[in-house]
């Protein structure tokens, strides 16, 4: 294999003079094999596919060979976790192996995550059960389909050894892409030492990767805060729309960048309730769905306290000057949430615009979910199908799921609605449809894929789940099961970090 087929890399974080990493090469593993690649996503990142799917790309994806150009780096980072600062974590098993720039022109990064022990393992041994790795994969590549923001999966591969936990555990490393890995908890970690000099540094850095509008306003850092704020708001939002559960919304888990990262213990709620919580380590339900916008908003202020001492840079800066800016910003969080969640809401509901009284409309739709245990994704679904159902007579999933008596006031109120709201049924089903899924990866199925993966290494059932996945509008009925809910002998309750 020729080297030029390899990636091409330009490390922009690698040359950043600070404390902000540490050299460090993934370790090797006996004998890895290929899972999967991600094809499409290596030729957007410009890396041949047939390279990657080649011994020396399956080597790179293991650990075991660090192609030409990368620059393998552990960065540093702190956080609140469950609420409780820790005031270093990092990259304790995961390796950055560089940068790569897409044909979009954007800058990505490719790490390799369960690669080993870095010096910020904590006593841990860096590596990565294959059961992890499984669920990222299925998980964020699910996301993308679906439109939100998030980490990608480049491929994954097994490697030939055990990982040891409760039990032995086939191992493998997982080949992940973000637009960079720069989080809340790595501002929280410099500003916690005092050092401001770093923090400036890495928010020039961030402005210049991921805000370049920011540097042309009169407070830079300000103006890229307020960017993060809206991101994060639409994120969220995104998060809620679709009844995702991230089950560990700690600051060293929320990106600057916009994108949804760590894939360990989250879910998709079946039934709807706003309490729902599968965390094995949440027990109090700090991170239950219905608390991720309020957490979302608790990590920004983490981030403002943050940014503190370089956030106001007028001639007369202050502490409490700063601190009223710093105020000023993250007030406006909800507001912006809110927007962003009604803007969603209204595909949802198949309205053009969404109105003041909208609110309550939606509002008693959930409440009748909740009452009535409804399955939240199907609900939404029949709904968008009833938007124009002459147009649904072969592809619908009425016998998985349809409304019962005690909806029936609350259609009669959506229906009039539709008619004071001007769109032709085939233009507002299209809208519904694609905010309105009907595959996600329930959780029943990732573990179907996770068992068969772990005790038989048969990959088939993955495999099947991520190309159906990448779809998930596209109903089929010979498809019918990954539409399923659980039955009650199928139902996972609880979902691990997989540390």
Not at 38 to 67: F, K, Y
Not at 417 to 440: G, T
């Amino acid at each position: 294999m020729s080297e030029s087929r390899s990636p091409v890399f330009d490390n922009s974080f690698a040359r950043l003079s600070g404390p902000f990493y540490s050299e460090q090469a993934p370790s090797s593993v006996p004998n890895p094999g290929l899972i999967r690649i991600n094809t499409a996503l290596a030729e957007q990142l410009n890396i041949n596919s047939d390279w990657l799917a080649s011994a020396e790309g399956i080597a790179s994806m293991a650990g075991n060979h660090v192609p030409a150009g990368a620059q393998s780096l552990a960065a540093v980072y702190a956080g609140h976790q469950f609420g409780g600062w820790n005031p270093q974590l990092g990259d304790g098993r995961a390796v950055l192996l560089g940068e790569l720039i897409g044909k979009d022109g954007i800058r990505y990064d490719w790490q390799l995550k369960g690669s080993g022990r870095t010096p910020y393992s904590r006593g841990g041994d860096g590596k990565s059960p294959l059961g992890p790795v499984i669920r990222e994969y299925i998980l964020c590549e699910a996301m993308a389909a679906l439109g939100v923001p998030t980490t990608r999966a480049l491929g994954a591969v097994t490697t030939g050894e055990m990982v040891f936990r409760e039990q032995g555990l086939p191992g493998a490393v997982f080949s992940r892409v973000a637009q960079s890995h720069i989080r809340v908890g790595t501002m929280q970690f410099f500003a916690a030492r005092r050092d401001n000099e770093a923090l400036q540094t890495l928010s020039d850095y961030l402005i210049k990767r991921h805000f370049p509008e920011a540097a042309d306003a009169d407070n830079p850092i300000l103006a890229m805060f307020k960017e993060i704020l809206s991101r994060q708001a639409s994120l969220i939002a995104q998060w809620q729309s679709i009844g995702f559960i991230h089950g560990v919304m700690n600051t060293d888990n929320m990106l600057l960048c916009g994108e949804t990262i760590d894939y360990g213990p989250c879910a998709f709620m079946e039934t709807y309730d706003p309490s729902t919580v599968f965390s094995s380590i949440d027990h109090q339900g700090r991170y239950a769905y219905g608390n991720q916008p309020s957490i979302a908003h608790w990590n920004l202020m983490q981030l403002a306290q943050a940014l503190l001492p370089i956030l106001d840079n007028s001639p007369t800066a202050t502490e409490d000057s700063a601190v009223a800016i710093a105020q000023e910003a993250i007030n406006s969080f909800p507001e912006r949430y809110l927007n962003a969640y009604q803007n969603i809401i209204k595909d949802k509901l198949g309205l053009s615009q969404f109105k003041e009284a909208d609110d309550a409309l939606f509002q008693a739709l959930l409440s009748n979910m909740e009452a009535q245990k409804a399955d939240f994704t199907l609900c939404f679904r029949r709904l968008a199908e009833l938007a124009n159902e002459s147009a649904c007579i072969n592809t619908s999933i009425r016998e998985l799921f349809d409304f019962n008596e005690a909806f029936t006031p609350w259609l009669q109120q959506w229906r009039q609605r539709l008619i004071e709201d001007q769109q032709s049924p085939a233009h507002r089903q299209a809208q519904m449809f694609k905010a309105n899924p009907v595959f996600i990866p329930r959780n029943h199925l990732v573990q179907e894929a996770i068992s068969a993966a772990q005790s038989e290494g048969n990959f088939s059932y993955f495999n099947q789940l991520v190309d159906i996945l990448a779809e998930p509008s596209q109903f089929d009925p010979s498809k019918l099961r990954y539409a399923m809910p659980a039955k009650p002998e199928q139902r996972v309750t609880q979902t691990f970090c997989g540390t």
